[in-house]
């Protein structure tokens, strides 16, 4: 993990990378079972998480099971076989990443037209769209009738039919529905 040079420094003089390192080999130099991380790549840099990563993969090859607590859902469509997420105090998934965007279907697609975001908002076959910038992820019932709509109208660039990402499926659970919106507002 690239710490001997710092083998004599106490640890309040590591930086928090290099802390959560030091945590990371304490936790597992006794060879658990089961290793629980809570936000293990929280406050890294590209290289530290890559290091990271490539020493809980070889934890877990040794026959650790590893359990992930983590708001990145970057990190648990990448790195986990199987995910449980908590909203409200209340499971709301649990399975495997097929198994969860397969049961949210094949709504999602990821588009690049000239004139961005404003087109896709523009074209009743659209749901809603998450603007990325140079990309954005639309929802819609009928993927080939948008990309018909959008041929139309625009030059299309990228058009990617996708499952939803666990983020998607996230904001679409934790979302406020009109309905809330509209009782929350009365109340204030």
Not at 24 to 47: K, N
Not at 74 to 98: N, P, W
Request: overall charge negative; proline content about 5%.
């Amino acid at each position: 993990m690239d710490l001997r040079p710092w083998l004599d420094k106490p640890v309040e003089a590591l930086s928090k990378g290099m802390s959560q390192k030091v945590q990371f080999i304490a936790a597992v130099v006794a060879e658990p079972d089961l290793l629980i991380l809570d936000e293990p790549f929280s406050g890294l840099d590209p290289i530290n998480a890559e290091v990271l990563k490539d020493a809980v993969f070889d934890v877990r090859r040794a026959g650790t099971t590893v359990v992930f607590s983590t708001h990145d859902m970057g990190v648990a469509e990448r790195m986990c076989d199987r995910i449980f997420m908590i909203y409200k105090g209340k499971k709301v998934l649990d399975g495997t990443l097929d198994q969860i965007q397969a049961a949210y279907g094949t709504d999602t697609v990821r588009v690049r037209v000239d004139g961005g975001a404003a087109v896709l908002r523009a074209l009743p076959e659209v749901t809603s769209v998450n603007d990325y910038g140079q990309l954005q992820e639309v929802r819609c019932a009928d993927p080939q009738a948008l990309l018909a709509a959008l041929v139309a109208r625009a030059r299309v660039q990228h058009f990617e039919i996708t499952r939803p990402s666990l983020h998607d499926i996230f904001v679409r659970i934790a979302r406020p529905s009109a309905v809330e919106l509209a009782q929350e507002a009365t109340r204030a």
